[in-house]
């Protein structure tokens, strides 16, 4: 059976309280994927860090991982950065089946959800 796993991959910051909501959207996300294994990875300036994360995942199993870009757009750091640490991980991993798909702020949903919020601060 495969072992599949959910990377909820952000910035990073300095402040610890930077974290925080990601730390409360992965708690969600898993508790709506209990079979699957759900964790936060960082660019920088916090840990762990993707490849380091990744090397942990397959290291418990994992052979099927997404990543998923927690930014609000497709700037450098997911159009540049994030791809070639992808193809690195490739390389190191050939086994496991890894993607990336388009940062969180891309998807019409997720734009409506926030728009549903601006215009209720209005209310």
Same mark, same amino acid.
């Given at each position: 059976? &495969? $072992?599949? *796993?959910? /990377? #909820?991959?952000?910035?990073?910051?300095?402040?610890?309280?930077?974290?925080?909501?990601? +730390?409360?959207?992965?708690?969600? &996300?898993?508790? +709506?994927?209990?079979?699957?294994?759900?964790?936060?990875?960082?660019?920088? #300036?916090?840990?762990?860090?993707?490849? @380091?994360?990744? $090397?942990?995942?397959?290291?418990?199993?994992?052979? =099927? /991982? &997404? /990543?998923?870009?927690?930014?609000?757009?497709? %700037?450098?750091?997911?159009?540049? @950065?994030?791809?070639?640490?992808? =193809? +690195?991980?490739?390389? @190191?991993?050939? &086994?496991?089946?890894? $993607?990336?798909?388009?940062?969180? %702020?891309? @998807?019409? %949903?997720?734009?409506? *959800?926030?728009?549903?919020?601006?215009?209720?601060?209005?209310?």
């Amino acid at each position: 059976m &495969t $072992k599949r *796993a959910l /990377v #909820l991959f952000g910035h990073g910051a300095r402040d610890p309280r930077w974290a925080e909501p990601f +730390q409360r959207l992965q708690k969600l &996300t898993q508790e +709506q994927m209990p079979d699957v294994s759900v964790s936060l990875a960082f660019l920088e #300036l916090m840990t762990p860090r993707l490849p @380091d994360l990744m $090397k942990e995942l397959i290291q418990s199993g994992c052979t =099927d /991982v &997404t /990543v998923v870009p927690v930014f609000f757009g497709q %700037g450098g750091h997911v159009l540049r @950065d994030l791809p070639i640490m992808i =193809d +690195q991980l490739k390389i @190191d991993y050939p &086994t496991v089946t890894l $993607k990336a798909v388009a940062a969180v %702020g891309e @998807d019409a %949903g997720v734009l409506n *959800a926030i728009a549903n919020y601006c215009a209720s601060a209005l209310h």
